[in-house]
């Protein structure tokens, strides 16, 4: 399994950007997607996550009603909208798929639910 992000950059505080992920290879099961993001000297922390069954956003209380996954219609694809950027944003943003069903609530918020990782983008924001 693939994950190949894309769409991270500069971008002022205030701005928006727009970050993809798409995944590809052999067939998997595919329980939920997510973004994580980790900034320098600090620990991988869970962004958003859209699990399949019942389609369930899920999203850190730092970026809920700023930020906004979504998917296609294959639930291969995730992308996430970030408005009203702050300089706390700044980041590595992972994607990931989880191919584990949900043990319970907030299942999707931990990062070892998902076994499958993507490379990363870099979103900086300017104060």
């Known amino acids: 399994v693939q994950l190949q992000a894309s769409g991270g950059g500069l971008v002022q505080a205030g701005g928006s950007l727009r970050l993809s992920c798409a995944a590809s290879?052999?067939?998997?099961?595919?329980?939920?997607m997510g973004w994580f993001r980790q900034a320098p000297g600090k620990e991988r922390e869970f962004v958003a996550a859209?699990?399949?069954?019942?389609?369930?956003?899920i999203y850190a209380n730092s970026v809920k009603d700023r930020f906004t996954i979504s998917s296609d219609d294959a639930r291969n694809r995730i992308d996430l909208q970030m408005n009203s950027l702050k300089p706390d944003d700044t980041a590595v943003y992972y994607c990931?798929?989880?191919?584990?069903?949900?043990?319970?609530?907030?299942?999707?918020?931990?990062?070892?639910?998902?076994?499958?990782w993507g490379q990363g983008t870099l979103v900086t924001v300017s104060s």
């Open positions: 990931a798929v989880s191919a584990r069903g949900s043990t319970g609530t907030g299942y999707y918020r931990i990062r070892s639910a998902y076994g499958y």
């Open positions: 290879g052999r067939t998997f099961s595919n329980y939920a």
């Open positions: 859209i699990e399949w069954n019942g389609m369930t956003r």
